[in-house]
């Protein structure tokens, strides 16, 4: 038995320091051919150091081998050592029976350095070499679809699958062209390609985007499935919980998508998205205990992210804590660009606290901006009307039925204002 022979035993025993020992006498002792298969052994069990080691050695003897040199290239490149894939790579001759091989690898390598032209070049050359080669099609699917050229990626991938390949290192390319089309807008056109193939045989990145599509066309039910067995498979995908729980609300399932929500945040505690969520689901549930907590920490998160603080401060309106809003949002008004948002919360809680000419400056500032939302005319309407303030009022008034003619009390309140 040669050393080779005991060393890949030993590794089968995954008796890994016997393997060190044996591998001293393989580079003395065992001749070129055991060695050469021996390296390529290695290099697939991924002991990418030893076959490196056999591998220089024999090139060093037959320097025109360059299929060892392509060897070298990938684990060059497993490396993060670029130059000297690269070097290995230009040393072949496109007479070479490697040439085609040595073609995708460059390829890759200046992908991972971000020369996508120059990749695409070196893919394209090897396309017109070998036309019917699924492996290169695949490859220059992968450059398009990392480069965001969609449609072309979309295009290989069909060259792929007209090859009668649906699978190639791993990866299911009609996944792949699915997800293509999905990235180009053409929602319900990927969805029938994921269905074809089926939510159960999809890998769990391609079961979650399935989920994502069926909620931009509005289908929460599927969208629930999807999200439901991506967590199923892995309940540390903590991407999956708040596309779910917001399908679950759209889909009026407002308790599970609150159960869901909590679920969640015991995986990932640092998405702001989901404990605002949560924050709404719990209003919605009358749990105000657990909407301010959610709130609060949202706003522990990012305390600059606008939405939140207006959530906080719609929930202390809600709750009629006046005080305490108007010495949260007067910090907010040191900011460059105040929301109107803000002046509409400032005045609805001063007005509350008969703080009118406050109530009214705030009001005035926050119209500019929200003349077109009916809500916050029917609110200042009410401001005007209780404070006595008749031009206002009727400005108010006329501005709100241009946008809702067929509201008949407030055509009624401007015919009494009118008389």
Known sequence: MSYSEQMLDALDQQDVDRAKELFKSVLEYDDDETKYNLAGELYALGFLGQAKRLYQELLGKYPDQD?????????????????????????ISPD??????????????YQTLGLYEVSEQKLQTAA?????????????????YAWGN????????????????????????????????????QYEEAIDLY?????????????????????????YRDAITAFEAVIERDKTFASAYLPL??????????????????????????????????ADLAIKEQDNDLAELYLQKALTIDPDNTTNQLAWSNFLLLNERDDENLAFLDDLLETADVDPQIYWNLAKSEARLEMDDQAREHYLLAFNQL?????????????????????????ALTRYLALVPDDLEMQERLDRLAE
């Not at 269905?195 to 391609?206: H, P, S, Y």
């Open 150 to 185: 969609y449609p072309a990626a979309q295009r290989a991938y069909q060259q792929v699958l007209g090859l009668g390949v649906e699978e190639l290192a791993q990866v299911d390319v009609r996944a792949r062209l699915a997800s293509s089309v999905a990235q180009q807008g």
């Open 245 to 278: 729980a917001t399908a679950q609300e759209k889909d009026h399932q407002e308790a599970a998508a609150l159960t869901m929500v909590q679920e969640g945040v015991m995986v990932d505690d640092t998405n702001e998205d989901l404990f605002a969520l949560g």
């Open 67 to 91: 299929d060892i040199a392509t060897v070298l290239a990938d684990i060059a490149v497993s490396d993060g050592d670029t130059d000297a894939a690269l070097n290995y790579l230009n040393g």
């Open 128 to 144: 017109r070499l070998a036309p019917d080669e699924s492996v290169i099609s695949f490859a220059l699917g992968e450059l398009y």
């Open 371 to 395: 003349q077109e939302q009916p809500d916050f005319l029917r609110d200042i309407i009410d401001f005007f009307q209780e404070t006595g303030a008749m031009a206002e009022l009727k400005a």
């Open 195 to 219: 269905e074809q193939i089926g939510l159960d045989k999809l890998d769990l990145l391609n079961q979650f985007q399935l989920g994502g599509l069926y909620l931009q066309v509005a289908n």
């Open 96 to 109: 070479s029976d490697a040439y085609l091989e040595s073609l995708v690898t460059a390829a890759d390598v």
